[in-house]
């Protein structure tokens, strides 16, 4: 089998744990990642200046070095189109086509296109500024906590929960008049539901080809005890003890086969990963969101856990032929825990100096918000600054690893949440 020349966007600590699943790959000839960060070069090239947005300039980049697959981290190329973009361009793109990539683009089409496959998720209608009046009929009939989502991507911030009516009145005026921009000008009124939830993650190649990635849970509130601000996530856990076989059957035969399929039925091109959102209603899966990418910080324990060559299956999802790619899942458990910049999701400084051991012998520290400064000494620049991963017997023990790790790792007003894990392990 030919060896690969890889093309991977994005910057964040998903990047790196996918940059570094790739590097191992013997299939992977070079690796680039754009723009990268200052952890990057341990697993290839990094290209600071090359923008993933500016597909143009990637296009060139493509050429000058003989990139045989772009591997996109983030939605927001994707939800552009650069799958459509490179399409016939002689490079394999693994991601969605551009109206694939409306399942996490607009929420509108993703619960109407769960409505038409008869998904799990929970009952909706979306309204705009021309049916307030109808929205706020709409809200009357469902019991509080009321859950409105602008419709278009918000950096993860377009979804309020408001605890009673009159609030929720306001707040979507609020969002119908501009609060996310365009993304609010539709808002999804759904129903509240309550469970505990997880992250899976399947691959498919477009051809109804499909793999199932390590489970995970993601710990997304600031604060412990799942308090605070919401965040792009604290921590995260692989397995998840209550997504069992029981559970993950379903999730098989009534969430990811209709969905695989609903996909090919509608001409909808889709060759990467699949990220469902899932909400666990007394042992019911149901659909919460979708997205077009893998998770931050899920990956930093789905790629550890994932034990198969990740460059055999990214090449099945491109070209068509998954069916026949394993993917193993490695027995150990895995944890991921965010040091964070104080402060964050609100203003926190950037620059800071991190010091200590960034190269523990019991885990794996990825890179996320760092870069190097003019003496070449590594530096904060982002809200989730480092992911510290570790493997264990069970995820108390990876738990610990990390835990021990940070200890180790210093930079000023650094915060991690002490509690990841501890809810599904009890
Ligand atoms: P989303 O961006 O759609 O994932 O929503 C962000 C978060 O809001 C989710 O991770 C859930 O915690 C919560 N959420 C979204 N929709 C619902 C719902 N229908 N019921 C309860 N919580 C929800
Ligand atoms: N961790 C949630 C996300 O990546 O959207």
Same mark, same amino acid.
């Given at each position: 089998?030919?060896?690969?020349?890889?093309?991977?966007?994005?910057?964040?600590?998903?990047?790196?744990?996918?940059?570094?699943?790739?590097?191992?790959?013997?299939? %992977?000839?070079?690796?680039?990642?754009?723009?990268?960060?200052?952890?990057?070069?341990?697993?290839?090239?990094?290209?600071?200046?090359?923008?993933?947005?500016?597909?143009?300039?990637?296009?060139?980049?493509?050429?000058?070095?003989?990139?045989?697959?772009?591997?996109?981290?983030?939605?927001?190329?994707?939800?552009?189109?650069?799958?459509?973009?490179?399409?016939?361009?002689?490079?394999?793109?693994?991601?969605?086509?551009?109206?694939?990539?409306?399942?996490?683009?607009?929420?509108?089409? /993703?619960? /109407?296109?769960?409505?038409?496959?008869?998904?799990?998720?929970?009952?909706?209608?979306?309204?705009?500024?021309?049916? !307030?009046?109808?929205? %706020?009929?709409?809200?009357?009939?469902?019991?509080?906590? !009321?859950?409105?989502?602008?419709?278009?991507?918000?950096?993860?911030?377009?979804?309020?929960?408001?605890?009673?009516?009159?609030?929720?009145?306001?707040?979507?005026?609020?969002?119908?008049?501009?609060?996310?921009?365009? *993304?609010?000008?539709?808002?999804?009124?759904?129903?509240?539901?309550?469970?505990?939830?997880?992250?899976?993650?399947?691959?498919?190649?477009?051809?109804?080809? !499909?793999?199932?990635?390590?489970?995970?849970?993601?710990?997304?509130?600031?604060?412990?005890?799942?308090?605070?601000?919401?965040?792009?996530?604290?921590?995260?856990?692989?397995?998840?003890?209550?997504?069992?076989?029981?559970?993950?059957?379903?999730?098989?035969?009534?969430?990811?086969?209709?969905?695989?399929?609903?996909?090919?039925?509608?001409?909808?091109?889709?060759?990467?990963?699949?990220?469902?959102?899932?909400?666990? %209603?007394?042992?019911?899966?149901?659909?919460?969101?979708?997205?077009?990418?893998?998770?931050?910080?899920?990956?930093?324990?789905?790629?550890?856990?994932?034990?198969?060559?990740?460059?055999?299956?990214?090449?099945?999802?491109?070209?068509?032929?998954?069916?026949?790619?394993?993917?193993?899942?490695?027995?150990?458990?895995?944890?991921?825990?965010?040091?964070?910049?104080?402060?964050?999701?609100? *203003?926190?400084?950037?620059?800071?100096?991190?010091?200590?051991?960034?190269?523990?012998?019991? *885990?794996?520290?990825?890179?996320?918000?760092?870069?190097?400064?003019?003496?070449?000494?590594?530096?904060?620049?982002?809200?989730?600054?480092?992911?510290?991963?570790?493997?264990?017997?069970?995820?108390?023990?990876?738990?610990?690893?990390?835990?021990?790790?940070?200890?180790?790792?210093?930079?000023?007003?650094?915060?991690?949440?002490?509690?990841?894990?501890?809810?599904?392990?009890?």
């Amino acid at each position: 089998m030919s060896s690969l020349r890889i093309l991977l966007l994005g910057s964040g600590g998903r990047e790196s744990a996918l940059a570094r699943k790739i590097s191992q790959s013997p299939r %992977c000839a070079a690796l680039w990642i754009a723009p990268g960060n200052a952890g990057t070069d341990a697993y290839g090239t990094t290209v600071p200046s090359l923008s993933p947005m500016k597909f143009d300039a990637v296009e060139a980049f493509v050429a000058e070095n003989a990139i045989d697959m772009i591997v996109v981290g983030n939605e927001d190329p994707l939800v552009a189109g650069i799958y459509d973009y490179f399409a016939n361009k002689g490079v394999m793109v693994v991601g969605p086509s551009r109206d694939a990539a409306a399942l996490e683009g607009s929420k509108d089409f /993703a619960k /109407a296109f769960m409505q038409r496959h008869n998904i799990p998720t929970a009952a909706y209608q979306t309204f705009t500024a021309d049916t !307030y009046v109808q929205a %706020c009929d709409f809200l009357k009939t469902l019991q509080a906590p !009321y859950v409105l989502k602008a419709d278009g991507l918000a950096a993860g911030k377009g979804v309020l929960i408001l605890p009673d009516y009159d609030e929720a009145c306001t707040a979507l005026r609020t969002m119908l008049d501009g609060q996310f921009g365009a *993304s609010s000008a539709k808002v999804v009124i759904e129903e509240f539901l309550s469970g505990i939830e997880c992250s899976v993650f399947v691959l498919t190649d477009g051809n109804g080809g !499909y793999r199932i990635l390590p489970v995970a849970k993601d710990y997304k509130r600031v604060g412990e005890g799942d308090t605070g601000l919401n965040t792009g996530g604290m921590g995260a856990v692989s397995p998840v003890p209550f997504a069992d076989e029981a559970f993950m059957q379903k999730v098989e035969q009534r969430i990811i086969i209709p969905t695989i399929e609903g996909l090919k039925a509608e001409g909808l091109v889709y060759r990467g990963f699949i990220f469902l959102g899932l909400i666990n %209603c007394a042992g019911e899966p149901k659909v919460i969101e979708y997205n077009v990418r893998m998770g931050d910080p899920e990956t930093e324990v789905v790629m550890p856990r994932l034990a198969s060559d990740l460059v055999d299956l990214l090449e099945g999802c491109a070209k068509g032929d998954l069916a026949n790619i394993p993917a193993e899942h490695d027995p150990r458990a895995a944890a991921t825990v965010i040091a964070t910049s104080g402060g964050y999701p609100g *203003s926190y400084a950037k620059g800071l100096p991190i010091t200590g051991d960034l190269a523990p012998e019991h *885990s794996i520290v990825f890179h996320a918000g760092t870069s190097r400064n003019a003496d070449g000494q590594v530096v904060t620049s982002g809200g989730r600054v480092l992911a510290v991963t570790s493997y264990g017997r069970d995820l108390a023990d990876a738990l610990a690893n990390s835990y021990a790790s940070l200890a180790n790792i210093h930079f000023d007003k650094m915060y991690f949440r002490r509690d990841i894990g501890r809810d599904v392990m009890k």
